[in-house]
């Protein structure tokens, strides 16, 4: 299967994801056939949410564990298609996938009832609870200790809804503070800025094993929630949804998707060869077992 990178600037991002004079195109030809007529499928991926999905070097290479399961599922439904990869955000995905730009969504997305009114989401892929990372010295071990505090999160993750929906709750204030991904959001911690980074663990792991000094950070503080990541896909179009679920089906039932999970979470990974030590959860374990693309507000009954 032969793979190319893409790269584009934030302004065709930002053009293709919303149209001209914000006219959304909703495509009518099914994904499988725009594939088979193209000869090629279009993934968006992130730059910056390792071990998820990530860049290697500059332009090099596309790696992680949704981008792993992207390729191995495309690899089985449509094994001669080109693979072309597109560098997303929280905030563009959705709107790319919608009007036909991207074939398939490979980042770390929360399936939600609200997106599935906009887009489809496969079988759930990994289950992560949103928690908070801060520096070692900190003093910092409880969500009730940032209360008129500077919080980092970034702009278009559910981590930013769950620290809202938080203040409301308890009474409480949070000083939210929105880096463009996560790469920008962490730096505001590791600056000294915030006092504490919200995000999902997977990914708080993924980039503190990264940074310049893991020692010196550590995810802490109680779940804001738990939360269904999945890819995701045009809504509406059941064949191509039935094609993934059906080929991420085959991968856990061989217990092929386990072997690549243990290799992006518990092995050591690139491009530092650090592990995240993050061993499958007894909620994802049993949805290999039981699968099902239910959405956010199921688990949070």
């Known amino acids: 299967m032969k793979m190319q990178l893409k790269t584009l600037t934030a302004a065709t991002l930002l053009a293709l994801a919303f149209g001209t004079a914000n006219a959304q195109q909703t495509p009518t030809a099914g994904t499988l056939d725009k594939i088979k007529s193209s000869g090629k499928v279009v993934l968006g991926v992130r730059e ?22 992207c390729e191995r599922v495309l690899k089985d439904i449509v094994p001669s298609a080109k693979l072309e990869y597109m560098a997303v955000t ?40 949103v928690r908070m990372a801060t520096k070692v010295d900190s003093g910092i071990t409880s969500l009730d200790q940032l209360a008129g505090r500077n919080v980092s999160a970034s702009t278009g993750t559910t981590a930013v809804q769950l620290l809202r929906k938080r203040e409301r ?29 919200v995000l999902d663990d997977n990914l708080l792991a993924g980039i503190i094993a990264n940074s310049k000094s893991p020692a010196s950070y550590r995810i802490v503080g109680e779940a804001l929630g738990s939360e269904p990541i999945a890819l995701l896909f045009r809504k509406d179009d059941p064949a191509f949804k039935s ?59």
């Not at 609200?114 to 289950?127: D, H, K, S």
Request: one cysteine or more.
């Open 243 to 301: 094609a993934v679920d059906d080929s991420l089906r085959k991968l856990m039932k061989s217990g092929e998707l386990e072997k690549i999970y243990t290799k992006w979470f518990v092995a050591a990974i690139p491009p530092k060869n650090t592990s995240l030590n993050l061993p499958m959860s007894p909620a994802l374990k049993q949805l290999m077992l039981e699968p099902n693309d239910k959405p956010l507000e199921t688990y949070a009954k």
């Open 169 to 197: 709750a308890q009474n409480v204030s949070y000083n939210t503070m929105l880096g463009k991904d996560h790469l920008e959001s962490f730096l505001l911690m590791e600056s000294g800025r915030a006092d504490a980074f």
């Open 48 to 69: 910056a949410s390792p071990p998820m999905a990530y860049m290697l070097g500059a332009g090099e290479k596309y790696v992680g564990y949704h981008v792993e399961l």
């Open 90 to 129: 929280a905030q563009n995905t959705i709107p790319l996938v919608q009007n036909g730009t991207l074939d398939i969504g490979c980042g770390p997305t929360t399936n939600n009832t609200a997106r599935q009114q906009q887009v489809a989401f496969a079988l759930t892929t990994y289950v992560s609870e």
